[in-house]
């Protein structure tokens, strides 16, 4: 399986840009890049995800390094609402009976108002 | 639409009462997740289906079983529940047709407490 590495935690000041790193060295050509982040007592949701090429939406920007082994995942302007675990995770691309989505611990952000 | 619905939301169990909890989802989705995340921790994945009638073992498939006999539905069993399956469950769903183009849409948890 697919691994990813990110740091345990991160702290930023609200209303600045957060970047939050992952490493998927071990990623292969058929792997989508996914981002999801759980607030306290709630379920994981998604953020973002991609394949080769840097993805935008209205939550977050992702930045992914030209041979695939790491990533980023740009919040604009941190709020204190961001403050939440954030998950980076591996998918493959193809439908297969294969589909084991595994997550790894995460990185709790802090926000400081 | 309702999305990813677990029941219950809250359970209590003795040690070695069995219990059965329901995912359900209205999105037509054929792969289900179920996850457990214990204080502190990521989520860990305990089965999955990539489909009706399939099942497959996840990181920590023991003391669980599933089945899918709808496509809506994924259920998690506990046949003789212990202390060390107290944790809060998550269910999740994805789209299948476009593998891994597809994000996976969770439900709010199960906490279930063994005593």
């Known amino acids: 399986d697919a691994k990813t590495t990110q740091p345990n935690s991160m702290e930023s000041n609200e209303e600045e840009p957060v970047h939050l790193p992952c490493n998927h060295s071990t990623i292969s050509g058929t792997d989508y890049i996914h981002w999801y982040r759980q607030l306290p007592s709630q379920g994981p949701e998604y953020v973002i995800h991609?394949?080769?090429s840097n993805v935008n939406n209205r939550m977050a920007s992702l930045a992914i390094a030209e041979d695939r082994k790491s990533s980023t995942l740009i919040l604009h302007r941190a709020t204190l609402r961001d403050a939440a675990v954030y998950y980076c995770i591996l998918r493959r691309l193809v439908r297969t009976s294969y589909d084991k989505v595994i997550f790894g611990p995460g990185t709790s952000l802090s926000v400081i108002p | 639409n309702a999305g990813v619905t677990q029941t219950p939301k809250f359970r209590v169990l003795k040690t070695g009462q069995s219990m059965t909890l329901l995912c359900a989802q209205d999105m037509n989705h054929e792969y289900m997740y179920w996850y457990r995340q214990d204080p502190g921790m990521g989520l860990r994945l305990i089965h999955y289906s990539v489909g009706e009638g399939t099942t497959a073992k996840g990181e920590v498939p023991d003391g669980y079983n599933v089945s899918r006999l709808k496509k809506q539905n994924f259920l998690l069993g506990l046949e003789s529940a212990a202390p060390s399956q107290t944790s809060v469950y998550f269910c999740a769903s994805s789209y299948s047709k476009v593998g891994g183009d597809s994000p996976l849409h969770f439900g709010n948890g199960t906490r279930l407490t063994v005593t």
């Open positions: 991609g394949l080769t």
